[in-house]
């Protein structure tokens, strides 16, 4: 046994790992009496030390025709570690040892010529990477006797080992993407195989210290063979050849070297075109939801078909649009993990880190992962976008890149979600306002024209008691159906959540318009009038209309003035016009008092109080008898 050569610089870097790993000062390969120090210094203290053995600080495993001494100038901290990783890399050494390279089955079928991947069988690209395990399968069957296969890639973005669908035959994608994780653990065959670039093969997979029972339990390994994939010089992964009904030999090692090299071109192929599908496909996605938002579609009606377009390109199971404070929008793929959605919903909430996961713990458990993107709108966080992978194969920049590019389109759909709501409020506002012009400028004055009309003919002295009676009781009537008429148009156009203070001017505008009038006004800002309740604010916007209106109508020229005014105990308001003021018989009708003779006034003013004490306020109007002007102001406790 040589150390030089290609073989022997293999055995060397494969002991140099070994002393790595096993944190060894020294490494001692011995075959049918030949010795090899690999890796350590070659001193007669080391040899002394293995010829004694049993002092703590040399470990030494084999069959008594190949061993392999570990050298410890001082004790480990973890022997039994050791002694597993020892046993490991001594069965593959021997492995490497009791290859015979010029040996070969000149009746052994040679592989389909056409390789593995039909590069001109267009349909069947896209699926290449779910269905190039089993076709490998089929071609390794006549060649080594192998029932299945497993593919393990290397993923240099993320650093990690990840199977390829249809792992050793199983059906199950948790069970298949649990072989998948970090080239940390030398005590795996695939973790060495990648690592060391050499072959691995196991006739008693059952208990085989290189192998990690786990995997040999759930996917029923009796035979294992593993050999690395190489494409011109690039170490892609390994491909892994289970179960057959014999003996694995390293002639089967060397017959299956000779085709790795187009399986690691077909499975470079396949994840091309699995990558180019799978982002043409995101793009898919970002295009369905810009074309809902162009088109105004709701939030929940656009995103949800987008969220499960991409939880099916992602391989998710949970794709969750989470606010910060109410019920996330989800959508769920497969087998549910309520503890695990949980916590990736919490972290949404709470903004927690961007991505996370967790390699499997056992055989059969995926691991996962999950990544947070925030959804932002005008510059602030409303949201967090959230997708869930049950395995823990990590996102890839293209992923992420989508998932960024799809949080930035929730945010566009919210915002035109609330625009199109702005629209639909203006519209209606814009009706209501139609509709108060359309009572205004004809059923109120249809109404207030007729009240003109019996107004002229009760100054007619000539009619008798009854048919007097009968008109007050119709003037009373019109001048009912007025103020119910400007009820209503003063809530159509009363704006719906607009501060006090801007339904204030609002109101002094519409009145300014209707009768050509000015009126002054003194009206604090909204945050002085932002204590005022709702149902106070409501009943002074009714007291401002009602008093600049009976100004405007009945106090002839003059000059009108509205005053708001807030303080810590009450707001009030009042409506002063220098007019011709009011007559003592209208003082006491507009009081509500038995001398009314026809109620012209006094149903309004007693509707106006009403409102006022229904909002627990007071309301007085003074004028000087035979004076000029008239005040009108209401007040109520905050």
């Known amino acids: 046994m040589t150390p030089g050569g290609a073989d022997g610089l293999d055995l060397v870097a494969v002991s140099r790992l070994a002393m790595s790993e096993l944190g060894a000062d020294a490494v001692l390969v011995e075959c049918g009496g030949e010795v090899a120090i690999l890796g350590g210094p070659a001193d007669d203290e080391l040899l002394a030390a293995v010829r004694r053995g049993g002092d703590g600080r040399v470990m030494s495993t084999g069959d008594g025709v190949r061993a392999v001494h570990v050298l410890h100038r001082t004790a480990p901290d973890d022997p039994d570690r050791c002694r597993e990783l020892l046993e490991a890399f001594t069965r593959h050494i021997a492995v490497m040892l009791g290859r015979d390279a010029s040996r070969q089955d000149p009746e052994r079928p040679d592989p389909d010529r056409d390789g593995v991947l039909a590069v001109d069988d267009l349909p069947l690209l896209p699926d290449a990477v779910t269905a190039i395990t089993g076709r490998v399968a089929e071609m390794m069957q006549p060649l080594t006797g192998a029932t299945s296969a497993g593919i393990t890639v290397w993923d240099a973005e993320h650093g990690i080992l990840r199977a390829l669908p249809g792992a050793f035959g199983a059906t199950d994608d948790v069970v298949a993407a649990s072989v998948t994780g970090p080239v940390t653990n030398q005590r795996s065959a695939t973790s060495r195989v990648l690592t060391t670039g050499q072959p691995y093969l196991s006739n008693r997979a059952s208990g085989d210290p290189g192998i990690l029972q786990p995997y040999v339990e759930i996917f029923e390994i009796t035979r294992i063979l593993s050999v690395p994939l190489n494409n011109g010089g690039r170490r892609i992964g390994v491909l892994h050849l289970v179960n057959k009904p014999t003996d694995f030999t390293t002639d089967d090692i060397t017959a299956t070297e000779r085709v790795t090299p187009r399986i690691a071109i077909a499975v470079e192929l396949a994840l091309a075109v699995a990558r180019m599908s799978a982002q043409q496909r995101l793009e898919g996605v970002l295009t369905a939801v810009a074309v809902a938002v162009a088109t105004g579609r709701g939030v929940e009606d656009g995103l949800l078909p987008a969220f499960r377009q991409l939880a099916d390109v992602t391989a998710a199971s949970l794709v969750a649009l989470i606010p910060p404070d109410s019920p996330p929008l989800l959508c769920r793929r497969g087998v549910r993990d309520p503890g695990l959605e949980q916590r990736v919903i ?32 005008r510059g602030r966080r409303t949201a967090t976008l959230a997708v869930l992978r049950r395995s823990a194969e990590p996102f890839t920049v293209a992923e992420s890149d989508v998932v960024t590019r799809l949080a930035a389109l929730v945010g566009l759909a919210w915002a035109t979600e609330q625009y199109q709501r702005q629209l639909a409020e203006i519209a209606r506002l814009q009706e209501r306002e139609r509709i108060a012009d359309e009572l205004h400028d004809r059923v109120s004055q249809i109404l207030y024209a007729a009240q003109l009309g019996l107004d002229t003919l009760l100054e007619r002295p000539d009619h008798a008691p009854e048919d007097r009676r009968r008109l007050v009781e119709i003037r009373r009537l019109l001048v009912g159906g007025d103020v119910a008429i400007r009820d209503v148009i003063h809530d159509l156009a009363r704006v719906p959540g607009t501060h006090l203070g801007r339904r204030l001017q609002l109101e002094v505008q519409a009145v300014e318009e209707e009768f050509g009038v000015v009126v002054h006004t003194e009206i604090p800002d909204d945050d002085a009038l932002a204590p005022v309740p709702r149902t106070v604010a409501d009943a002074l916007v009714r007291v401002a209309r009602e008093g600049t209106v009976n100004a405007a109508k009945h106090a002839g020229p003059c000059r009108i003035a509205l005053t708001v005014w807030v303080d810590q105990e009450s707001v009030g308001l009042s409506v002063l016009d220098d007019g011709l003021g009011l007559p003592q018989t209208r003082w006491l009708r507009l009081r509500g008092s038995d001398g009314d003779p026809d109620g012209s006034r006094g149903h309004g003013m007693a509707a106006l109080r009403g409102t006022v004490e229904d909002a627990g306020g007071s309301i007085v109007t003074e004028s000087p008898d035979g004076g000029f002007g008239t005040r009108l102001e209401c007040r109520f406790a905050l």
């Open 346 to 377: 919490a972290d949404g909430r709470t903004l927690g880190p961007r991505s996370h996961s967790e390699f499997p713990r056992t055989a059969g458990d995926p691991g996962w992962t999950a990544l947070h993107v925030p959804v932002e709108l």
